[in-house]
């Protein structure tokens, strides 16, 4: 299925009451951290919901505003609860956020549990983002984010083509089997060593042997982790397109449980519990030495360039790029994100050193997201934030 006209979706956008815009996204991921930034610049709140996960957005997290509008406590003014997320691309949903004027910014949960090709070509609600980016973010997609930083000539770890050809530490690269959203990740340096753990997994359930015959190999990056939370506006005449807002890193289980360990103790677990998971958890914030940012604003400006040479009109809003950092202190993007990236609720009301310093306050990418809406619609640009 095609991706959906971009003039289609300016003309759903015309039918909109501009001054009742209302701000929507899937209740998971990042959705509080877009929620609490749109509240702080004075937009009402939509999350969809999936039965069984909605309490916190339903209930906890619910807007209570006092008799002048004003919100006093919380970041959710309406939630929907259906049985599956997929259900958000039915008509009837589609037609109750079109009705609410929602602006729909995705992420990861939106494009894992909702089908691609529906959000590609039928959903016809205003995307924030580059509605064409979203699948690349799918490792098995011909054009991934892969195929991207090639054509961007920016520094990915090398893929082996066959486990056999694995000569070092390499990490493989593959959906966890009963946990689609998770990683079902393990490490090996060599095909012997592939085939062992690789069989373990199998046997613990933790992978399947279709997923495992398709996974990506790949070099594996000994050094920290940093993930930037990026944001470009297409909007910006008078300063910088590209800012970056943040950095975060992850908590993963149950790699973390195992680094806490000695040596010794790690070499008496058994054999279920003997290889880590990299299920992220949660996040935490971060800071780079001022020395690499230069580099790493190389890497995100060659980035942006890329998608707009070959995915019109290229990336919108926020992105992230996951790095890893080598002894040289090279940087190496092994994933990107096309969208709000899944730690940012580490910048959530507080906002992160980076784009607080730039905007002269508390900056999250949830605000940030939420401010580039304010402005367009001040200067009536609104058509050029969506997709």
Known sequence: MPVIDRERILGVLETYDASKIRIATIGSHSALDVCDGAIEEGFPTLVVCERGRATPYARYFRTVRDKEGRAIRGMVDDAIVLSKFQEVLTDKIQERLRRANAIFIPNRSFTSYCNLDEIEGSFRVPLVGSRNLLRTEEREEPRSYYWILEKAKLPAPEKFEDPRDIDGLAIVKLHHKTKKLERGFFTAASYKEFKARSEALVKQGVISRKDLATARIERYIIGPIFNFDFFYSPIEDHA????????????????????RLPADQQLTLNEAQRIPEYVVVGHNTATLRESSLNDIFDIAERYVRATQDHFAPGIIGPFTLQTAVDKDLKFWVYDVAPRIGGGTNVHMSVGHPYGNSLWRGAMSTGRRIAMEIRRAIDTGRLGELVT
């Open 240 to 259: 910088e397109k590209l800012e970056l807002l943040g950095i975060d890193w992850r908590f993963e289980t149950s790699l973390d449980g195992h680094v």
